[in-house]
Each structure stands twice: as C-alpha cells, then as structure tokens.
C-alpha cells in the first residue's frame, strides 16, 4: 500500500476538500502534526491498533503526531 504523504508540521492549516468518491490515508509512524478529520456527511472507517470504528456525519477525530493513521471513505451496507 502507497503511503500518503504528509504535510510539514508548523503553523495550523486548513484544509477542505469534497471526498466524495475516493479518499484514503496510510502513515505507518503517522505525521509530525496533530491531524483533525471532520467527516460532514458519509462514513469513514477509521483502524487502529485496538481494532476499527466507523464514524458518522457530525464525527471528529484527532490523531496524536507519531500516531499510525489509517483511514478512507466507507459505504457501510
């Protein structure tokens, strides 16, 4: 799997972009910087060490810098 790159760790950026159709993350060692993710309508499947979660509109997360991040777009039929 391609790893995703990440951006540099510094003053507090923003970012929004229409996910829908594909999106995706993997950082084995995670990022240098705090990573907020907002999910605005859909689902994410968000895994981790401790198994996986799926969020929901209205959900946030907020990765820890160091920490392994794997998460994308998910349909939970």
């Not at 240098?32 to 993710?37: V, Y």
């Not at 907002?38 to 979660?53: D, I, K, M, P, S």
């Amino acid at each position: 799997m391609k790893v995703t790159p990440a951006p540099p760790a510094g003053p507090l950026h923003s970012q929004y972009w229409d996910a829908r159709g594909h999106v995706h993350g993997w950082r084995p060692r995670g990022s240098k910087d705090w990573l907020l993710l907002y999910t605005e309508f859909g689902h994410c499947l968000v895994r981790f060490a401790g198994g996986e979660f799926t969020t929901n509109p209205g959900d946030v997360i907020l990765f820890q810098p160091g920490t392994p991040q794997n998460y994308g777009q998910h349909d939970p039929a």
